[in-house]
């Protein structure tokens, strides 16, 4: 394959990985950020095994899995009965497989600091309103009309609610939820909670609420917890 000059929308997670999956093929990489300064957005998250895989192929597990809780079970229950309703347990398939708890700035720094190690620009301050198609390729247009590039190829990662989706044959369509969610990370400090599992209790199909042991941001950092409600 010829190599191409690639726009990414978006320097969230998903667009570091994969700008770093590009650049390692040989393309021409470039990101493309909304705001001045990229930064992670939101509390913890639970990284699956085969997310685990691709930070593995990326040669960044190790920092990672050093920041995060190892994570053995999803566990929940009634808020009135105490009921167990769910338990997942990532030992009832073969090869070793647990889920990784991480701040959302663990898993960011990570990946944002390999992108700067491989030379990979971030242009930030561009909020993009829309693609256009030019001769020579896919235009990216920003909020103020002006076009900021054009490229073989635009990978977009800036989320569900992306301007560029309007632009597309082949995108879905947005569905606004008909519930809300709130998160915070929180100090666990002396609080009793299961430190290997994800712990959440219901009322009904109503309210949710879970804590996630949620690791650290930073090598030395006190591990803090991840506290959601919907």
Do not use: N
Not at 20 to 47: D, K
Not at 79 to 84: D, F, H, L, N, V
Not at 98 to 110: C, E, N, P
Request: no cysteine.
């Amino acid at each position: 394959m010829k190599s191409l000059h690639i726009g990414i929308a978006g320097a969230g997670p998903a667009g570091l990985a994969a700008a770093l999956y590009l650049s390692r093929a040989g393309h021409h990489v470039e990101i493309l950020e909304r705001y001045e300064r990229p930064a992670p957005v939101g509390s913890g998250l639970l990284m699956q095994p085969t997310g685990l895989t691709v930070l593995d192929d990326l040669g960044l597990f190790e920092r990672v899995r050093a920041l995060g809780s190892r994570i053995e079970r999803l566990h929940g229950a009634d808020a009135r009965s105490g009921r167990t309703v769910l338990d997942v347990r990532y030992d009832a398939a073969p090869g070793g497989r647990y889920g990784l708890a991480v701040q959302r700035a663990a898993l960011f720094d990570t990946l944002h600091d390999a992108v700067l190690v491989a030379g990979i620009p971030i242009r930030t301050g561009l909020p993009l309103a829309g693609t256009a198609a030019t001769g020579s390729g896919v235009a990216l247009i920003a909020a103020t009309g002006d076009q900021v590039g054009v490229y073989d190829l635009v990978v977009d990662t800036s989320g569900a609610r992306s301007p560029l989706i309007g632009g597309s044959a082949v995108a879905p369509k947005v569905r606004d939820l008909s519930y809300g969610a709130f998160w915070a990370t929180l100090d666990g400090g002396a609080a009793r909670y299961d430190r290997t599992a994800l712990s959440q209790r219901y009322d009904r199909a109503k309210v949710m609420i879970g804590v996630l042991p949620a690791g650290r941001a930073k090598p030395g950092e006190a591990e803090r917890v991840a506290f959601s409600g919907a």
